[in-house]
């Protein structure tokens, strides 16, 4: 069945179009478009409340195009990296723990372990703080 844009004027088969619309497809993308941009702040509570809800959907996608993307996932990485070494040298320092000459980072722990590892981190931050403090008062 061949269908008119009534944005554009675009004719074409209704594969082209939204199904039970007069707009097609390339339209409703621009639409969209413009309204996150002019929207972000409702934008982005819309997409905090859906990863909220849907943790291992997002998880998985996530997953997913990390596998089939690997080189542009590694360039991103690298690329971050780049743009943020001093922090991530501090997510490092603050994120790693040793126990026993083992070496951990938090995300990737044991699970029985995350509770102790965690501790151990607010422990030393909290103690840094405090040092800080410490030096700053007494110069």
Same mark, same amino acid.
């Given at each position: 069945?061949? $269908?008119?844009? #009534?944005?554009?004027?675009?004719?074409?088969?209704?594969?082209?179009? +939204?199904?039970?619309?007069?707009?097609?497809?390339?339209?409703?993308? =621009?639409?969209?478009?413009?309204?996150?941009?002019?929207?972000?702040?409702?934008?982005?509570?819309?997409?905090?409340?859906?990863? =909220?809800?849907?943790? =291992?959907?997002?998880?998985?996608?996530?997953?997913?195009? +990390?596998?089939?993307?690997? =080189?542009?996932?590694?360039?991103?990485?690298?690329?971050?990296?780049?743009?943020?070494?001093? $922090?991530?040298?501090?997510? $490092?320092?603050?994120?790693?723990?040793?126990?026993?000459?083992? #070496?951990?980072?938090?995300?990737?722990?044991?699970?029985?372990?995350?509770?102790?590892?965690?501790?151990?981190?607010?422990? +030393? #931050?909290?103690?840094?703080?405090?040092?800080?403090?410490?030096?700053?008062?007494?110069?």
């Amino acid at each position: 069945m061949i $269908k008119t844009c #009534t944005k554009c004027g675009f004719i074409g088969d209704d594969v082209k179009f +939204r199904k039970g619309k007069n707009v097609c497809k390339k339209c409703i993308a =621009e639409y969209n478009k413009q309204y996150c941009e002019n929207n972000k702040e409702k934008y982005a509570e819309y997409k905090k409340k859906y990863y =909220e809800n849907n943790k =291992e959907r997002c998880a998985e996608r996530e997953k997913q195009w +990390r596998e089939n993307n690997k =080189e542009r996932y590694a360039e991103r990485q690298k690329q971050y990296y780049e743009n943020n070494k001093e $922090k991530c040298s501090e997510y $490092k320092k603050q994120n790693v723990i040793t126990i026993n000459n083992e #070496t951990f980072r938090f995300n990737t722990a044991p699970e029985e372990l995350k509770p102790y590892i965690n501790f151990l981190i607010k422990e +030393r #931050t909290l103690k840094n703080i405090i040092k800080k403090y410490k030096q700053e008062k007494f110069k």
